[in-house]
């Protein structure tokens, strides 16, 4: 079994920042590509950005320019640094992962974290 536990939402004003993390454990042979997407109430889930296990990142419409991305591949673990936060930020941010638990890959979801930004 494999399981995503992120951390490090809450809420902040406009124009402050915030930093999440992601942490993959369980049984693991490799993680190909890991993201953070967001979903805000009654809207679709959306990409804010992935990076591969080399370090390529893409980054959707919503974390282009203020998030950061980054990843530390001895420890599984996924980071997004998001500043000059907008009211419009607020979602829940969920952390996903390709996990190969032996030859095939598949996407693993974690619980989700809150962040609310304030006006």
């Known amino acids: 079994q494999v399981h995503l536990v992120e951390s490090g939402g809450g809420a902040v004003q406009a124009g402050g920042s915030l930093s999440l993390s992601c942490a993959a454990s369980g049984s693991i042979r490799s993680i190909r590509a890991m993201g953070w997407y967001r979903q805000a109430p009654g809207k679709q889930r959306e990409l804010v950005a992935t990076i591969t296990s080399d370090g390529s990142t893409n980054y959707g419409d919503s974390g282009e320019g203020r998030f950061t991305i980054s990843r530390d591949n001895a420890k599984n673990t996924v980071y997004l640094q998001m500043n000059s936060l907008k009211p419009d930020d607020t979602a829940v941010y969920y952390c996903?992962?390709?996990?190969?638990?032996?030859?095939?890959?598949?996407?693993?979801w974690g619980q989700g974290t809150q962040v609310t930004v304030s006006s």
């Open positions: 996903n992962a390709e996990v190969a638990q032996l030859f095939v890959f598949r996407d693993y």
